[in-house]
């Protein structure tokens, strides 16, 4: 036994003396285990410092331990250094920095190297604590975040023990009820309810205890009671139990959660009584409100059915759904089922209202009745199903009405495309235009496409910005114009005068303007027609009454007086009777004179002006008896008497006014001229008229004045009446008022814009100097080539083109086309050698007003220019011949046939082949298609009896210049 005690004591001696045993526990230990040298750097370090840090040993050898310290912790770490040194033993937390740069939490134990009685360095071991620094962290956050939940949470958790004592709440008590912890705990149970909600616990407590008794240990559940707070105040709270088991199942005590239902409470009660309400109205309001299952089966129906269709509720829950509904409507509500309502709402639960629908529903006598239908697919919160609530309001007369006015509508459309004015729909807060009438693409030029989408400032209509102000005004504060009269611009830039009228409308709750453009231009030639036809007739029944009628009153004048002669001879006695015929016939003559004068006051080649306003007073005092003046001031510019005729006839209607409505005893007419303004002045003493305005005097006094752009001035009074029609120089060279000095009138403005075109400077020098020396024209340009003359026109827009058409040796006959491409308002007048009957036919086709000679004289030339500015054709006698021997050659019964034959489109086409236009530019002009141009052209041959298109254009040329002569040279 000894032998063996020895022999073991042997053998854990060379154990412990092997230093191999110590080796392998350095290397095999999870700790790592270093040396530091007195300095601080590293001299050994097992294998473990690379599983820690990811550094290998080799790596940190010979290096200051501190190089892998972070920052933060490495004053407190050189502190522990320091103290271990000095044999003041305690381990110490750090963070370190590994290898791939994250940080590690570690934990060192270390003690001095002593050899030799030395202090020689550190020995010491390095432990990882990261994962359990991670822990503690997340621990720390976790308690704090349930503190922060604890302390700050409106629910109140309590433990109670089996005797329902109050062993822990939580510190959210005293916000919730005002009491502190340690007031709750000590409290007693009772004191916490109103008496009414204690009652309510004693019973769930006596209930606990039976269950328990009974060996039941599973009870759980949820009360409302009512809780007094420390103030006093009273609060619903929902308060939810639960038993606590040990792990051997047995009871241990109870867990508490109790929450504010106060305002769930209120909510409770607004919702019954709500209910109660809701309830009330759908048993008594016209809609029917229906609820149906998924399985599309009616549950309730509202008591307002039986009114409207006729059915109980009870019937119609019975009801198979297809028998609610006419056929045509239920292929409808079958649609719906399958596209609308079971694919997404009924699968998914979620709250979605679909239509409305308008659908026919059956009635109890047979009848169908239009229904608008909304569906609202909900959850049903009772018994967690889906259900369909249904919403019926009969409409059978919105229909109508709706049908009505939808055929109103399409009258309406139909009214307004088709309208023969131009209709405009506008919307008001942008003034795009929505909409126009056919009308707006003949009358204007424009194609629906350049105007829809575009403002009318875009497309430039407005002549005065002034009016489109003053339009805009009255439609935004009275909402409506009436015959408002403007003028306005088309595609091409003509101006002509419009009756504008416009309302504002809504359509889908947005305003829009509905605007009517009624074109004046063909009312103003007919009233100018009517009045100059009136003028000419009045110049006729003048004219006979003093050239006829007087001339056989004076021929019976002269027999009456010589048989008063020859009675004087032989019946003295009775020739008085012949004297008074002859002083009869004489008043006679004189008051027929009179009439005359009254009818026409200035007759052609008579008195001047102011002797016709003379004569007229003479008149007036000798026919109606009335004490006429008439004064005049003593310079009167001579004035042209169309303008004269206009005057005369104001002051005769103003006079004629005066006589008929309001008696007058005394009319004065004053003409006046003073700094350029011309006067007429006509007063009277009769007794006013309040609607004078409406009077048709005042009409026709209104409407001549417009037409010489004179100014009109009406005051009626009690005691007097006056007229003053006034009109400057200016407005007179408008109004073509002013003589010219050559001997030429000179129509609308005074001043007229010209380019002269020639290739040779002397030429066009005098021109020029002719043009200038009359004081009438400005020369606003000039040129020596085609080029040149294309760009003079374009940059000076003038309103006469003076030029030659051969030009560096090239004849260009179409050159009236190329200048109208630019400008159409611009006149062409040709001054050229060469021959009129060559090339004066087809320039005066092609639109040159005027065909001259550079031969002619100063006098034919400014005649030619003044009858081009004055709108009408200027050629020379020869030419004039040719072209009637050529009209004479025309067959006028084959002209009657192409009159009478051709409808208007064919007519229209007919003229432009002989102006030699070709069928795309036919086509172009007319807005057709090339295939309808061919069909028209064909027709046209067909009617004529054309057996080729070369006959037909030769007839058509004919056609043109025959028509042309006519128009022209009648």
């Not at 909600?197 to 949820?222: C, H, M, P």
């Not at 019937?315 to 297809?322: A, H, Q, T």
């Not at 009308?439 to 489109?468: F, H, L, M, P, S």
């Not at 002269?558 to 009777?577: G, H, N, V, W």
């Given at each position: 036994?000894?032998?063996?005690?020895?022999?073991?004591?042997?053998?854990?001696?060379?154990?412990?003396?092997?230093?191999?045993?110590?080796?392998?526990?350095?290397?095999?230990?999870?700790?790592?285990?270093?040396?530091?040298?007195?300095?601080?750097?590293?001299?050994?370090?097992?294998?473990?410092?690379?599983?820690?840090?990811?550094?290998?040993?080799?790596?940190?050898?010979?290096?200051?331990?501190?190089?892998?310290?972070?920052?933060?912790?490495?004053?407190?770490?050189?502190?522990?250094?320091?103290?271990?040194?000095?044999?003041?033993?305690?381990?110490?937390?750090?963070?370190?920095?590994?290898?791939?740069?994250?940080?590690?939490?570690?934990?060192?134990?270390?003690?001095?190297?002593?050899?030799?009685?030395?202090?020689?360095?550190?020995?010491?071991?390095?432990?990882?604590?990261?994962?359990?620094?991670?822990?503690?962290?997340?621990?720390?956050?976790?308690?704090?975040?349930?503190?922060?939940?604890?302390?700050?949470?409106?629910?109140?958790?309590?433990?109670?023990?089996?005797?329902?004592?109050?062993?822990?709440?939580?510190?959210?008590?005293?916000?919730?009820?005002?009491?502190?912890?340690?007031?709750?705990?000590?409290?007693?149970?009772?004191?916490?309810?109103?008496?009414?909600?204690?009652?309510?616990?004693?019973?769930?407590?006596?209930?606990?205890?039976?269950?328990?008794?009974?060996?039941?240990?599973?009870?759980?559940?949820?009360i409302d009671v009512e809780y007094i707070n420390k103030d006093g105040s009273i609060v619903?709270?929902?308060?939810?139990?639960?038993?606590?088991?040990?792990?051997?199942?047995?009871?241990?005590?109870?867990?508490?959660?109790?929450?504010?239902?106060?305002?769930?409470?209120?909510?409770?009660?607004?919702?019954?009584?709500?209910?109660?309400?809701?309830?009330?109205?759908?048993?008594?309001?016209?809609?029917?409100?229906?609820?149906?299952?998924?399985?599309?089966?009616?549950?309730?129906?509202?008591?307002?059915?039986?009114?409207?269709?006729?059915?109980?509720?009870?019937?119609?829950?019975?009801?198979?759904?297809?028998?609610?509904?006419?056929?045509?409507?239920?292929?409808?509500?079958?649609?719906?089922?399958?596209?609308?309502?079971?694919?997404?709402?009924?699968?998914?639960?979620?709250?979605?209202?679909?239509?409305?629908?308008?659908?026919?529903?059956?009635?109890?006598?047979?009848?169908?009745?239009?229904?608008?239908?909304?569906?609202?697919?909900?959850?049903?919160?009772?018994?967690?199903?889906?259900?369909?609530?249904?919403?019926?309001?009969?409409?059978?007369?919105?229909?109508?009405?709706?049908?009505?006015?939808?055929?109103?509508?399409?009258?309406?459309?139909?009214?307004?495309?088709?309208?023969?004015?131009?209709?405009?729909?506008?919307?008001?807060?942008?003034?795009?235009?929505?909409?126009?009438?056919?009308?707006?693409?003949?009358?204007?030029?424009y194609q629906k496409a350049d105007i829809i989408g575009k403002t009318t400032i875009d497309?430039?209509?407005?002549?005065?910005?002034?009016?489109?102000?003053?339009?805009?005004?009255?439609?935004?504060?009275?909402?409506?114009?009436?015959?408002?009269?403007?003028?306005?611009?088309?595609?091409?830039?003509?101006?002509?005068?419009?009756?504008?009228?416009?309302?504002?409308?809504?359509?889908?709750?947005?305003?829009?303007?509905?605007?009517?453009?009624?074109?004046?231009?063909?009312?103003?030639?007919?009233?100018?027609?009517?009045?100059?036809?009136?003028?000419?007739?009045?110049?006729?029944?003048?004219?006979?009454?003093?050239?006829?009628?007087?001339?056989?009153?004076?021929?019976?004048?002269?027999?009456?007086?010589?048989?008063?002669?020859?009675?004087?001879?032989?019946?003295?006695?009775?020739?008085?009777?012949?004297?008074?015929?002859?002083?009869?016939?004489?008043?006679?003559?004189?008051?027929?004179?009179?009439?005359?004068?009254?009818?026409?006051?200035?007759?052609?080649?008579?008195?001047?002006?102011?002797?016709?306003?003379?004569?007229?007073?003479?008149?007036?005092?000798?026919?109606?008896?009335?004490?006429?003046?008439?004064?005049?001031?003593?310079?009167?510019?001579?004035?042209?008497?169309?303008?004269?005729?206009?005057?005369?006839?104001?002051?005769?209607?103003?006079?004629?006014?005066?006589?008929?409505?309001?008696?007058?005893?005394?009319?004065?007419?004053?003409?006046?001229?003073?700094?350029?303004?011309?006067?007429?002045?006509?007063?009277?003493?009769?007794?006013?008229?309040?609607?004078?305005?409406?009077?048709?005097s005042y009409i026709i006094i209104k409407h001549i004045a417009g037409t010489i752009n004179?100014?009109?001035?009406?005051?009626?009074?009690?005691?007097?009446?006056?007229?003053?029609?006034?009109?400057?120089?200016?407005?007179?060279?408008?109004?073509?008022?002013?003589?010219?000095?050559?001997?030429?009138?000179?129509?609308?403005?005074?001043?007229?814009?010209?380019?002269?075109?020639?290739?040779?400077?002397?030429?066009?020098?005098?021109?020029?100097?002719?043009?200038?020396?009359?004081?009438?024209?400005?020369?606003?340009?000039?040129?020596?080539?085609?080029?040149?003359?294309?760009?003079?026109?374009?940059?000076?827009?003038?309103?006469?083109?003076?030029?030659?058409?051969?030009?560096?040796?090239?004849?260009?006959?179409?050159?009236?086309?190329?200048?109208?491409?630019?400008?159409?308002?611009?006149?062409?007048?040709?001054?050229?050698?060469?021959?009129?009957?060559?090339?004066?036919?087809?320039?005066?086709?092609?639109?040159?007003?005027?065909?001259?000679?550079?031969?002619?004289?100063?006098?034919?030339?400014?005649?030619?220019?003044?009858?081009?500015?004055?709108?009408?054709?200027?050629?020379?006698?020869?030419?004039?011949?040719?072209?009637?021997?050529?009209?004479?050659?025309?067959?006028?019964?084959?002209?009657?046939?192409?009159?009478?034959?051709?409808?208007?489109?064919?007519?229209?086409?007919?003229?432009?082949?002989?102006?030699?236009?070709?069928?795309?530019?036919?086509?172009?002009?007319?807005?057709?298609?090339?295939?309808?141009?061919?069909?028209?052209?064909?027709?046209?041959?067909?009617?004529?009896?054309?057996?080729?298109?070369?006959?037909?254009?030769?007839?058509?040329?004919?056609?043109?210049?025959?028509?042309?002569?006519?128009?022209?040279?009648?």
């Amino acid at each position: 036994m000894e032998n063996q005690m020895g022999v073991r004591s042997q053998d854990h001696t060379s154990i412990l003396n092997n230093p191999d045993i110590y080796r392998m526990f350095i290397e095999n230990i999870n700790d790592v285990v270093f040396l530091l040298d007195h300095s601080g750097i590293i001299i050994y370090t097992n294998h473990v410092l690379e599983k820690i840090s990811g550094y290998k040993s080799e790596e940190v050898l010979g290096k200051h331990f501190s190089f892998f310290i972070c920052e933060d912790d490495l004053p407190g770490l050189l502190e522990s250094y320091k103290n271990t040194m000095a044999n003041e033993l305690e381990p110490y937390e750090f963070c370190c920095k590994a290898k791939n740069g994250g940080k590690r939490y570690c934990r060192t134990s270390s003690k001095p190297l002593i050899i030799d009685n030395n202090n020689a360095g550190l020995i010491g071991l390095l432990t990882d604590i990261t994962e359990k620094k991670i822990m503690e962290k997340s621990l720390h956050k976790s308690n704090q975040r349930y503190r922060l939940i604890t302390d700050n949470m409106t629910e109140i958790i309590l433990l109670m023990d089996l005797d329902f004592n109050i062993e822990y709440i939580t510190p959210s008590v005293e916000k919730v009820r005002g009491f502190t912890v340690s007031e709750i705990i000590n409290m007693p149970l009772k004191k916490h309810f109103t008496e009414e909600s204690w009652r309510k616990v004693s019973k769930e407590i006596a209930l606990i205890f039976d269950q328990l008794n009974s060996g039941d240990f599973t009870y759980s559940n949820y009360i409302d009671v009512e809780y007094i707070n420390k103030d006093g105040s009273i609060v619903w709270r929902e308060v939810a139990v639960k038993l606590l088991l040990d792990k051997d199942g047995k009871a241990t005590g109870f867990l508490c959660s109790s929450r504010d239902v106060s305002e769930i409470k209120k909510s409770y009660s607004s919702l019954k009584k709500s209910q109660e309400l809701y309830s009330l109205i759908t048993d008594h309001i016209d809609e029917v409100i229906w609820i149906m299952d998924k399985d599309l089966k009616i549950s309730y129906v509202s008591p307002s059915v039986e009114k409207i269709r006729g059915f109980t509720p009870d019937e119609l829950i019975k009801m198979n759904i297809s028998g609610h509904f006419s056929p045509e409507s239920y292929k409808i509500v079958q649609n719906i089922i399958k596209t609308d309502l079971i694919p997404d709402s009924f699968t998914s639960g979620k709250k979605e209202i679909k239509g409305p629908y308008h659908l026919q529903m059956t009635c109890k006598n047979g009848d169908f009745k239009w229904h608008e239908l909304i569906l609202t697919v909900v959850r049903d919160i009772e018994n967690g199903g889906i259900i369909l609530l249904g919403v019926a309001r009969e409409i059978t007369e919105r229909r109508k009405i709706e049908q009505a006015l939808k055929t109103s509508e399409e009258k309406f459309a139909k009214a307004f495309r088709y309208s023969p004015n131009i209709q405009v729909l506008t919307r008001l807060n942008d003034n795009v235009i929505i909409e126009v009438s056919d009308t707006i693409v003949e009358r204007t030029g424009y194609q629906k496409a350049d105007i829809i989408g575009k403002t009318t400032i875009d497309i430039n209509c407005w002549v005065n910005d002034e009016d489109r102000v003053d339009v805009w005004w009255l439609l935004i504060n009275t909402g409506e114009i009436k015959n408002k009269e403007i003028k306005m611009r088309d595609k091409n830039g003509v101006i002509y005068n419009v009756l504008f009228s416009a309302e504002t409308i809504y359509i889908d709750q947005e305003l829009y303007i509905v605007s009517t453009i009624f074109n004046l231009t063909e009312v103003r030639k007919l009233e100018n027609m009517i009045i100059e036809l009136s003028e000419k007739e009045k110049y006729r029944i003048a004219h006979e009454l003093d050239h006829g009628l007087v001339n056989f009153l004076n021929s019976i004048s002269l027999l009456s007086k010589e048989l008063k002669r020859r009675l004087d001879a032989r019946f003295a006695d009775e020739s008085y009777l012949a004297y008074d015929i002859s002083n009869l016939i004489d008043k006679a003559v004189s008051q027929t004179k009179a009439i005359s004068r009254g009818l026409n006051p200035l007759l052609p080649g008579e008195d001047s002006f102011i002797q016709s306003l003379e004569s007229l007073s003479s008149s007036i005092c000798n026919v109606s008896g009335i004490n006429c003046v008439f004064s005049k001031s003593n310079s009167i510019p001579e004035i042209n008497s169309t303008i004269a005729r206009n005057l005369l006839l104001i002051a005769k209607e103003a006079i004629n006014g005066a006589v008929r409505l309001r008696n007058p005893s005394n009319i004065i007419m004053i003409v006046d001229y003073e700094k350029g303004k011309f006067s007429l002045i006509i007063r009277d003493d009769g007794t006013s008229v309040e609607d004078i305005k409406n009077d048709v005097s005042y009409i026709i006094i209104k409407h001549i004045a417009g037409t010489i752009n004179a100014s009109l001035e009406f005051d009626f009074s009690i005691r007097s009446n006056s007229l003053l029609c006034s009109i400057t120089l200016e407005e007179m060279a408008k109004s073509r008022l002013i003589k010219n000095c050559n001997g030429f009138t000179l129509e609308s403005p005074l001043k007229k814009r010209i380019v002269v075109v020639d290739e040779q400077p002397l030429v066009r020098r005098g021109l020029i100097k002719i043009l200038e020396e009359t004081g009438n024209f400005e020369i606003c340009g000039e040129a020596e080539n085609y080029s040149n003359m294309i760009k003079a026109v374009r940059k000076y827009k003038p309103d006469l083109l003076i030029c030659d058409f051969y030009l560096n040796d090239f004849l260009n006959v179409d050159l009236c086309k190329a200048i109208s491409s630019v400008d159409p308002a611009i006149s062409v007048l040709v001054i050229t050698n060469q021959d009129e009957l060559i090339y004066g036919e087809r320039l005066i086709r092609s639109g040159a007003k005027g065909y001259l000679m550079k031969s002619d004289t100063e006098k034919t030339i400014l005649e030619a220019v003044y009858t081009v500015l004055n709108g009408r054709v200027h050629v020379s006698r020869s030419f004039s011949v040719n072209i009637a021997s050529q009209m004479r050659s025309f067959d006028h019964s084959q002209k009657d046939m192409i009159t009478n034959t051709l409808t208007e489109r064919e007519l229209e086409v007919f003229t432009m082949i002989g102006k030699a236009f070709s069928t795309k530019e036919i086509a172009s002009e007319l807005f057709l298609s090339v295939k309808a141009v061919e069909a028209i052209r064909k027709k046209i041959r067909t009617k004529l009896k054309m057996e080729d298109s070369k006959n037909l254009v030769k007839l058509a040329r004919n056609w043109i210049s025959s028509h042309v002569h006519e128009c022209t040279f009648q």
